[in-house]
């Protein structure tokens, strides 16, 4: 059985999920938008008025996080990237940036001046920042599904704190 679509059904374009949210009604064909109040781009437009470099979002006591942005700044000899815990309060208006709750703390985000990154997207442009060998495995690994790859990632971030164990307070 094939599923014919029609031409004439091109890519959906939405502005920005940080300016507005979609809420999909029980009627397949009646989409109803609600803005923010709060434009969250301009909100944040200062974190990248002077350093233009992305900022990688992560979770402050998180033992595997912490390891990770470790890890990064290890590998990041130009220092191409700036770190932010998700519980800080630049963190926080970074994720409405990005279209996310202020307290989800779920995924590593990666926020660049025109748009964010979540799960494994996030991961793998933070490999292509960083020092050899890590931007060429980033581009074999982009061509594994996108599914296949966030459902690995969410296996180990739902059980990170089991996994790798909890700090008190951010490391960084």
Known sequence: MAILIPASFGRLTVPSRAQVKLRVSASANQRTIRRDSVDWVKETSSFFEEDKRPIMLFDGVCNLCNGGVKFVRDHDRNRSIRFEALQSEAGKKLLMRSGRA???????????????????????KIMKYIDLPFPQLAFFIQFAPLFVRDFLYENVANNRYAMFGRSDSCEI
């Open 102 to 124: 202020p307290d989800d703390i779920s995924s590593v985000v990666l926020v660049e001046n025109d748009r964010s990154y979540i799960k494994s997207e996030a991961v793998l």
